[in-house]
Structure formats: C-alpha cells, structure tokens
C-alpha cells in the first residue's frame, strides 16, 4: 500500500492517538492521580465517538438505513480511494 494513501485514509486516527499521547504525557508528567486518569478516560471516548456515529458512510448509520429500508428509490454513491 502506498504509504501518502494509508496516512490519507487513516489520518483521524493518527491525529487522534498523538492527541492523545500528548495529553497523557501532560496530565501523568508527575504521579498519576484519579482525576488525571479519568480525564484520560474521557478524552478516549471522546476521541473515539466521532468514527463510531459517523462510520465509512461520512452521514451516521441509523439515517443510512432509515433511507434504505424507507420503501422509496435510494440513490447510493459509493467512494473508495483505492
């Protein structure tokens, strides 16, 4: 695989695991408290929803299938950078 295509395709997570390496370097520089692991527990799953709602689609999954299975004629465009 061309490497320029992997980073292209998975730069979220890329830009999402240094942001959060940085502020796990930041929050636990001294001794790990609660606090700092719970915030680092909340800035994993906040950094994690946003692929999840939105999926490969680019609209989120439940109005994909909404549209499908409405009964009605569905135009479906499918894109793949491959």
């Known amino acids: 695989m061309n490497p320029a295509?992997?980073?292209n395709h998975h730069s979220y997570?890329?830009?999402a695991v240094?942001?959060?390496l940085v502020a796990?370097?930041?929050l636990l520089r001294r001794r790990p408290?609660?606090?700092?692991?719970?915030a680092l527990a909340l800035l994993a799953v906040?950094?994690?929803?946003p692929p999840?709602?939105?999926?490969?689609?680019?609209?989120?999954?439940?109005?994909?299938?909404?549209?499908?299975s409405s009964g009605r004629p569905t135009l479906l465009?499918?894109?793949s950078d491959l």
Do not use: K, N, W
Not at 52 to 68: D, F, N
């Open 5 to 7: 295509a992997f980073v």
């Open 13 to 15: 997570a890329i830009a």
């Open 18 to 20: 240094a942001v959060f």
């Open 24 to 26: 796990a370097s930041i």
């Open 33 to 38: 408290r609660s606090v700092s692991v719970a």
């Open 46 to 49: 906040l950094l994690l929803a």
């Open 52 to 68: 999840l709602y939105v999926g490969a689609t680019g609209q989120p999954s439940a109005a994909l299938g909404a549209a499908l």
């Open 77 to 79: 465009e499918v894109y």
